[in-house]
């Protein structure tokens, strides 16, 4: 009956759950105005740890932070009884906060106030609770004072010193120390167990000079305790020497008796581990013997988990980190030395405190949801569920209709206003608990919008676009958007509207700007947004910055070239390796390029051009690799030594990224021209090593220089020198010939061995000469020089000549022969009979007898003609008589040749002579002959003037050279526009001729004119010229100025002003009549003496407008007449004049003794008084 009424219950909890409908929860966003008006449970936001070991000295701090709306208070429970904070001194809670501070200044104990500790939020909808708090007071008691007698133990034998620290909390940290504060060194026979206790596998004699004292460090108060040091005493067969130690050998020759391996710790042949999931698990064998076993480990029944097991204390400890389930199983370590195996099995248990599969989660739900709470934990043993509500079990809270409890799960369905709650669920075995609380929160709240108002987003064109707008309300509203006001909602196709009220545009175009509405709705109400879409062409980089190599020293520049939307400003940043780029005075940058002058090695990297608008950015990088010349070669050194040859070898310099293509190894010797350095020979760039030829004596010394792209080095350190020795010379002089500076002598000469072919001392040459084709013994000299000359010889005959170098080490190769001649004499024969033919106007043909070749004395160079233009046939040209020349080379019996270029229309002359080398024959007969008439040269000159508007005048000159009688000119002219030209005109003038005014009938119109001379031969050359463009503001040379009406205007005014200035002075001369400054200089200002409307005195008199008078007026105010003597106004000399008898000099003032102080001069002399006088 029991099984059907659960089976029932089953039932009916899966019939439920399937036809259950259950509305998505609400999430309430975190806009700070939402949280502020919203009501809601209290959550717990912060608390201290489960297991709370605190410090005695300081004071105590339990946490407890929990928000909520209202704010919730608070209150505490102390080994579930309620906390009575205000009857307690000590205890304070702080303000708006739960959590609880303990002070200990006016007394008390903290061990007092141990205990378990569990805080409550409470508000009007709720209470929520922290977890149980485990409070304990840190711990560190004294060691227990205890006498240890000295250990005593047999060398060989294992031991085991006990640590027993005195219980902590949390427990201690233990090591072992010396008596001189020196760590116990630890391997693999000597190690602490986890334990603490100190474990030898076998005792060695020199363990007996330590001693062993337990340590042991208490966390909380920073303090250390020991215990009192071990002794030992080892019992050893044979005296223990310390000097004889051998690592290798501990026990040297006193044979320790060995032993097989047993287990220190843990005893016996198995054992048994617990540990919790996710703690670490800490396995330890230890074992004695001698010699020292070695430990090594395995798990039964499958592999080590490599990547979680770590082998600590010399492999005597296994390790395992954040242990799971599948760790549980049997673990055997093996010790074994030569004499033994033994095994020990512990067998490992993993159990579980209580861990989350499903946390419950806050839910907010409107009226009428429905809704659950799911709490579900594993663990093992399987912990227990157990609900509660506002801190009090389920079971024994007010009874809710909405609400079933299915065991992990509660389930809420059709929700009402005043049923929000916070539920606690409590998941516990043996091993511990978890505490979740989670609120129901029932809300009812109209439809809201969260963005801010009237938003604008500016867009990529082609972009995947996003247009958000954050709602809420309870029931959640239903969210549709409408662009520009119009249409059904926006879903589907192009656009997608998530959940969340963001609206996808999928790929932004042009059409999808405009102003985008946002309209939340529910039973409550409606509230809507709006966003304004602007489409915007991207920026893009139509020029990015392209790799380069730049030369150091050089300018390097990257084009960055930027287009973007018209309506967004862009910027241009620049970067290197990632980091901004610092400018300063020496780098450019403009809008589109960076400019990098006087580059050098720290300028190298990746630089980046960054173009960003307000709502993109693009970037484009190019590297640049700065190249150098190489440094030079270092650490040249000679190997190898022989005769002509020697090894070089050298360390090649850094090529600055340019590779190095070539070697240039130069040298310098210190015999011929020391100090200077020569190219000897040149080497591809991968070589460092190679082989000189060398000359023989010769004392060199070499430096390298190394070629890259960029340049050549400097030279390297020089080498040291080598020193070649002698031999005989191996050259033959160059150059050897053999010529008569005379008629008798022949000159033998020959260049001289250069400086590193003379191969040794004493250099001279031996030269050898005879007639050539007559039986003759050979002549030779021995000379130093380059140079001998053969006497008395005849007129230029062939010899046969050779040379031949020497030094003290011997001959050298001979030359090859060589054919000389003697020299040349004046030639005995000239030519005769020159003659023309086929006269021509430019050209005519000579014909003359020849020579015999031997009377030419010498080699034959050619037969030459001198000839002249003489005069012309065209009256009154004067010519020029230059002579010129012109050579035949001919050997026949009947040469000839052609004259041309000649001028035409002139009377020439000519004759010819033969000529060698040095000499010329006497002249041959000389001939007359006259050139044809020919077509004229183009006219001297061809000048085009513009007289009016309708007419051009030509004018020309005639030709230089007429080349005959002229008979007149040829003109032809086209209108030309442009590339189109008209039809040709022509005109003829008489020869007297030489100017043509051409009446054109469009004044606009351009003409191109092809003229030439005529004689009775025909048209000479055309002389061509396009007629410029005229302006409107002048003519060329046809406008006279006097006529013009501008300069007649300048003239008049220019009059009109000479005729002012005429009068003005007129009117100043007036002003110099009599002016009697004496009456008037004390006299106050008559009525006409007053300002005028300008501001200025007038001070003219009435004596101002007498007629002028024949004396001038005096400056002291006495006026004289005619006939007083002007020396009177002088300084005591007599007064001069001039020839035209105005007075010399300025006026001075009469010496007065009546006056201390001169007057001042009259101010009619300024010539501004004047111009004011006219007023």
């Not at 989350?356 to 912990?383: F, I, M, T, Y």
Request: charged share 25%; hydrophobic share 35%.
């Amino acid at each position: 009956m029991l099984w059907q009424d659960k089976h029932a219950a089953l039932t009916f909890m899966s019939l439920l759950l399937l036809l259950w409908q259950e509305a998505a929860p609400i999430e309430v966003p975190e806009d700070p105005k939402i949280q502020q008006d919203l009501k809601q449970p209290p959550t717990i936001m912060k608390q201290s740890v489960k297991n709370y070991i605190v410090d005695p000295r300081d004071n105590i701090i339990i946490e407890c932070e929990a928000k909520g709306n209202p704010v919730p208070t608070f209150s505490w429970r102390r080994n579930g009884k309620f906390f009575n904070i205000g009857k307690d001194p000590r205890v304070t809670m702080r303000k708006r906060s739960g959590t609880l501070e303990i002070g200990f200044r006016s007394g008390g104990r903290p061990e007092d106030y141990e205990g378990e500790y569990q805080c409550f939020a409470t508000n009007d909808f709720g209470v929520s609770l922290s977890n149980k708090i485990l409070l304990r007071v840190s711990k560190a008691p004294l060691w227990p004072k205890e006498v240890l007698e000295p250990v005593s133990v047999t060398e060989g034998s294992p031991l085991v010193l006990p640590c027993n620290p005195p219980p902590g909390l949390p427990p201690p940290f233990t090591f072992w120390m010396d008596s001189n504060m020196s760590p116990i060194p630890q391997d693999k026979r000597v190690s602490m167990g986890l334990n603490g206790d100190l474990y030898f596998s076998n005792v060695l004699a020199q363990d007996a000079n330590t001693d062993y004292s337990c340590k042991a460090r208490f966390l909380f108060t920073h303090t250390i305790q020991e215990k009192n040091p071990y002794k030992l005493k080892v019992q050893t067969k044979e005296p223990y020497n310390d000097t004889s130690y051998n690592a290798s050998e501990p026990h040297g020759d006193r044979k320790a008796a060995e032993s097989t391996p047993t287990f220190l710790s843990p005893s016996g042949s198995e054992s048994s581990k617990m540990v919790l999931r996710d703690e670490q698990l800490l396995l330890e064998c230890i074992a004695a013997g001698l010699p020292t076993p070695i430990i090594k480990w395995f798990k039964k029944g499958g592999e080590l988990p490599g990547q979680k097991v770590k082998f600590e204390n010399f492999n005597k400890t296994l390790k395992i980190v954040s242990v799971s389930e599948e760790d549980a199983g049997e673990y055997v370590c093996m010790a074994n030395n030569h004499l033994g195996t033994i095994r020990h099995s512990i067998f490992v248990q993993v159990k579980a405190a209580p861990y989350w599969l499903h946390k419950p989660s806050d839910q907010v739900l409107a009226p009428e949801e429905n809704g659950r709470l799911v709490c579900r934990a594993n663990g093992n043993p399987k912990p227990r569920i157990e609900w509660l509500v506002n801190g009090q079990p389920i079971e024994s809270s007010p009874t809710n209709p909405n609400r079933q409890v299915l065991g992990d799960t509660i389930m809420f369905h059709s929700v009402q206003i005043g049923s929000s709650a916070v539920y606690q669920c409590n998941a516990s075995n043996e091993h511990g608990y978890l505490l979740a609380n989670a609120f129901v929160n029932v809300l009812d709240l109209p439809p809201r919008m969260l963005g801010p108002k009237n938003q604008l987003i500016k867009v990529i064109k082609n972009n995947r676009t996003f247009l958000d707008c954050p709602f809420f309300g309870s029931p959640l509203p239903e969210l549709r958007w409408f662009k520009n006001g119009q249409g059904s909602g926006l879903d589907g196709g192009q656009y997608r509207v998530y959940i969340n009220g963001t609206l996808e545009i999928k790929r932004a175009r042009a059409e999808d700007e405009g102003t985008y509405t946002c309209v939340a709705s529910s039973i409550l109400g409606k509230a809507e947004n709006q966003v304004r879409l602007e489409v915007k062409e991207p920026t893009r980089i139509i020029q990015a910055p392209e790799h380069q190599s730049a030369i150091r020293g050089s300018t390097a520049r990257f084009t960055c070239r930027v287009t973007s939307d018209p309506s967004l400003p862009v910027s241009v940043a620049w970067m290197k390796d990632d980091k901004p780029l610092y400018l300063g005075w020496r780098l450019k940058k403009d809008d589109e390029s960076l400019s990098i002058p006087n580059v050098n090695e720290g300028d190298e990297g990746t630089y980046t051009c960054t173009a960003k608008s307000e709502i993109d950015q693009l970037s484009a990088s190019a590297r640049l690799t700065v190249l150098a010349r190489p440094d030079p070669p270092m650490d040249l050194d000679l190997s190898d030594p022989a005769a002509r040859s020697v090894r070089l070898t050298w360390i090649p310099g850094k090529d600055h990224r340019s590779p190095i293509t070539e070697f240039l190894v130069q040298f310098e010797e210190d015999r011929w021209e020391p100090g200077r350095w020569q190219n000897l020979s040149s080497y591809p760039g991968d070589l460092n090593s190679v082989i000189l030829q060398l000359a023989p004596f010769v004392n060199y010394q070499f430096r390298v220089i190394a070629i890259n792209s960029v340049g050549q080095s400097d030279p390297s350190r020089p080498s040291p020198r080598y020193k070649t020795t002698g031999a005989a010379p191996d050259a033959i002089p160059k150059g050897l010939r053999g010529w008569g500076s005379r008629k008798d002598n022949m000159e033998i000469t020959w260049e001289p061995l250069l400086d590193l072919e003379r191969n040794g001392p004493n250099l001279h040459y031996i030269v050898w000469w005879r007639r050539k084709d007559v039986e003759e013994e050979w002549n030779n000299v021995t000379t130093v020089g380059t140079k001998h000359v053969v006497h008395n010889t005849e007129i230029y005959v062939p010899y046969e000549i050779k040379i031949q170098a020497r030094n003290e080490f011997g001959a050298g190769p001979e030359s090859n022969l060589v054919i000389g001649y003697s020299g040349e004499d004046k030639p005995t024969d000239a030519p005769t009979d020159l003659r023309v033919s086929k006269v021509d106007s430019t050209k005519v043909i000579i014909h003359w007898s020849p020579v015999d070749l031997n009377s030419v004395q010498g080699e034959f160079k050619e037969y030459r003609l001198y000839y002249w233009r003489e005069s012309s046939q065209v009256p009154g040209l004067v010519v020029s008589k230059e002579k010129k020349v012109k050579g035949f080379y001919s050997t026949t019996v009947k040469p000839s040749g052609m004259l041309s270029d000649l001028a035409p229309y002139s009377n020439y002359k000519m004759f010819m002579v033969v000529a060698n080398n040095h000499f010329e024959s006497q002249p041959s007969n000389t001939v007359e002959f006259t050139t044809k008439e020919g077509v004229p040269d183009a006219p001297r000159f061809f000048k085009i003037n513009r007289r009016s508007w309708d007419t051009i005048h030509l004018e020309w000159a005639k030709p230089l050279e007429p080349n005959g009688i002229l008979t007149g000119y040829q003109l032809k002219y086209q209108t030309v526009n442009g590339s189109k030209v008209g039809p040709f005109q022509l005109e003829t003038f008489f020869p007297n001729v030489t100017e043509f005014f051409l009446r054109v009938p469009d004044r606009s119109s351009r003409y191109k004119f092809f003229l030439s001379a005529l004689t009775q031969v025909g048209k000479g050359e055309d002389y061509a010229e396009e007629s410029p463009h005229f302006t409107n503001e002048a003519y060329i040379d046809q406008v006279d100025i006097a006529t013009q009406g501008w300069f007649i205007g300048l003239m008049c005014a220019i009059a009109l002003i000479i005729l002012i200035l005429l009068i003005v002075c007129f009117i100043k001369r007036s002003r110099g009549g009599k002016y009697p400054v004496r009456d008037k200089k004390d006299l106050p200002l008559d009525a006409v003496d007053q300002k005028d409307q300008d501001g200025s005195f007038d001070y003219h008199s009435d004596e101002d407008n007498k007629p002028l008078q024949g004396s001038q007026t005096s400056l002291d105010g006495n006026v004289k007449e005619s006939d007083d003597s002007l020396v009177d106004y002088g300084e005591g000399g007599d007064g001069q004049f001039n020839e035209d008898g105005s007075f010399i000099g300025q006026y001075t003032v009469k010496k007065d003794k009546d006056e201390t102080e001169g007057n001042e001069s009259s101010e009619a002399t300024s010539p501004v008084n004047a111009i004011y006088s006219l007023a």
